[in-house]
């Protein structure tokens, strides 16, 4: 069974882009606390990739800072970049995303409020 559960902060407000197709991609970073003994704690920085109508509702419901749970499988993919080297990524494809803090108000919002609205190519790797 491939499930992860996750409760973290947003690192930064999600970016929407869009498939040529028209599908909304969003991702975004959450710090995930990670305790080590005693009142020792490390975070971890994850990836999170939401499609479709959960992508939307993160884009116009996320900001930066905000607490969320997220619930999703755990992706690996591979790609090779611009300079020929092949990198492998980690992420979680998010299934399903609850809010644990009201949004920050728009006005204190770092963008105002607005997301990207990218067009990319929807055999393309959007990140």
């Known amino acids: 069974m491939n499930k992860c559960i996750l409760v973290g902060r947003l690192t930064d407000n999600p970016e929407v882009r869009y498939t040529q197709s028209?599908?909304?991609?969003?991702s975004f970073t959450?710090?995930?606390?990670?305790?080590?003994?005693?009142?020792?704690?490390e975070a971890d920085f994850i990836?999170?990739?939401?499609?479709e109508?959960?992508?939307?509702?993160c884009?116009?419901?996320?900001?930066?800072?905000?607490?969320?749970?997220?619930?999703?499988r755990l992706q690996i993919r591979s790609y090779e970049g611009n300079d020929g080297q092949?990198?492998?990524v980690a992420e979680i494809i998010a299934q399903n995303m609850e809010f644990l803090e009201k949004k920050q108000p728009e006005q204190d919002r770092p963008d105002g409020?607005?997301?990207?609205?990218?067009v990319i190519q929807e055999e393309e790797t959007p990140f």
Do not use: C, Y
């Open 53 to 57: 109508k959960l992508a939307e509702i």
């Open 30 to 41: 959450i710090a995930v606390n990670r305790f080590t003994g005693g009142s020792n704690k």
């Open 22 to 26: 028209g599908k909304a991609v969003a």
């Open 47 to 51: 990836t999170i990739v939401a499609w």
């Open 86 to 88: 092949k990198w492998r």
């Open 113 to 118: 409020g607005t997301f990207g609205g990218e």
């Open 59 to 72: 884009g116009n419901n996320l900001s930066k800072g905000q607490r969320v749970l997220i619930e999703g």
